[in-house]
Nanobody, 120 residues
Framework: QVQLVESGGGLVQAGGSLRLSCAAS????????MGWYRQAPGNQRELVAS???????NYGDSVKGRFTISRDNAKNTMYLQMNSLKPEDTAVYYC??????????????WGQGTQITVSS
C-alpha cells in the first residue's frame, strides 16, 4: 500500500518559518513530479509549488521568494521550507506525488493534509 505522509504543520506567528515534509512509502519503483497544494476554507485547492524528478521547480505567485521546495529522491521525500509566513498562508497543505508502481504503472497520490495556521 502506498502512502504519502506529511509532517511539520502547526501554528506560527506572522513572519515566522515552518518546514513541511512529505514521505512516500510502499512498493514504489520510481517517483515522478511532486508538489504541494493548499486549500483555505471556501477556496479551491491551489498549487503552492511543484518539483520535477530532476529538480526543476515551479511556484505559485503568492509564495515566490518566500517558499522553497526540494526533494531527496533517495529518501522518497519532499520538503517545503516556508519563510516570512503571512496570515493568508493559513490553509490545509497537501502533498501530491506521481508514483510508479510495477503492478499498476504511474498513478497520482495525495497525502492526508496538514494544517498551517499563521497568526497576525
Amino acid at each position: 500500500q502506498v502512502q504519502l505522509v506529511e509532517s511539520g504543520g502547526g501554528l506560527v506567528q506572522a513572519g515566522g518559518s515552518l518546514r513541511l515534509s512529505c514521505a512516500a512509502s510502499g512498493s514504489i519503483s520510481s517517483l515522478g513530479a511532486m508538489g504541494w497544494y493548499r486549500q483555505a476554507p471556501g477556496n479551491q485547492r491551489e498549487l503552492v509549488a511543484s518539483i520535477s524528478r530532476g529538480g526543476s521547480t515551479n511556484y505559485g505567485d503568492s509564495v515566490k521568494g518566500r517558499f522553497t521546495i526540494s526533494r531527496d529522491n533517495a529518501k522518497n521525500t519532499m520538503y517545503l521550507q516556508m519563510n516570512s509566513l503571512k496570515p493568508e498562508d493559513t490553509a490545509v497543505y497537501y502533498c501530491n506525488a506521481n508514483l510508479y508502481l510495477i503492478s499498476i504503472g504511474w498513478r497520482d497520490y495525495w497525502g492526508q493534509g496538514t494544517q498551517i495556521t499563521v497568526s497576525s
